[in-house]
């Protein structure tokens, strides 16, 4: 089982609409959760962050997280062309030793919006 | 600019050659990474800094990359002996000091072509 798991998609959605996006991940221990947009041939860009349970709204970009189910998603709302890139999902692991932590990352998921 | 920096943004080399990538992390993240990432897979874990300790390595990186962050500011990511799999984008990441749920900023990335 790969320790952070999405649907690579595409996934299409029409101007205007809510664009879901979903990751389940393997670690129990986990304790945040991060999405990153990706345009192809850039770096990612950190767009949302969560730690605890339930809803996080920032502007049109709402992240869910259910850690009894091991799920975060991504809720877009009211797509725009401008948000068609490549949608990964970081889960944050504690690493061996120092005390330090290392992201794990999904494939991505890319999203289109359609005019 | 007070983001993170890598360069150069793309190198081309020849199968067999040295190549030395730079990161430059936000000024007072004492957290540096480096990632690998491929084209259709999310970002993969190389190794880890905290300061100038470098406290985790992951089983990706071979006897021929080597990395250093000698004063607990830049970093610097070598791969000896280049082989056409080491073709790929070079992440650098970094992240501060305070709490264990930080997020992490990457910069531009280095693409990487061995020809």
């Known amino acids: 089982q790969k320790e952070v798991e999405q649907n690579s998609g595409p996934l299409s959605v029409p101007e205007g609409a809510i664009a879901s996006l979903n990751c389940t991940y393997s670690d129990r221990g986990s304790q945040s959760f991060f999405w990153y947009r990706q345009y192809s041939g850039k770096s990612p860009e950190l767009i949302m962050s969560?730690?605890?349970?339930g809803d996080k709204e920032d502007g049109r970009f709402t992240a869910q997280l259910n850690k009894a189910s091991q799920y975060v998603s991504l809720l877009i709302r009211d797509s725009q062309p401008s948000d068609s890139a490549t949608y990964l999902c970081a889960v944050n692991i504690k690493l061996l030793t120092g005390g330090g932590n290392k992201l794990t990352f999904g494939t991505g998921t890319q999203l289109k919006v359609e005019l | 600019d007070t983001g993170v920096s890598q360069d150069p943004r793309h190198k081309i080399t020849k199968r067999g050659q040295n190549v030395t990538f730079r990161c430059d992390p936000i000024s007072e993240h004492n957290r540096l990474y480096w990632y690998r990432q491929t084209l259709g897979q999310g970002p993969e874990f190389l190794t880890y800094f905290q300061n100038e300790a470098q406290l985790e390595k992951s089983r990706l990186l071979s006897d021929r990359f080597s990395a250093e962050r000698p004063k607990g500011s830049f970093s610097t990511l070598e791969i000896q002996r280049t082989e056409q799999g080491d073709s790929a984008m070079y992440l650098c990441?970094?992240?501060?000091?305070?709490?264990?749920?930080?997020?992490?900023?990457f910069g531009q990335g280095t693409r990487l072509t061995v020809v």
């Open positions: 990441a970094s992240s501060p000091p305070w709490g264990s749920n930080t997020e992490a900023f």
């Open positions: 969560i730690y605890s349970n």
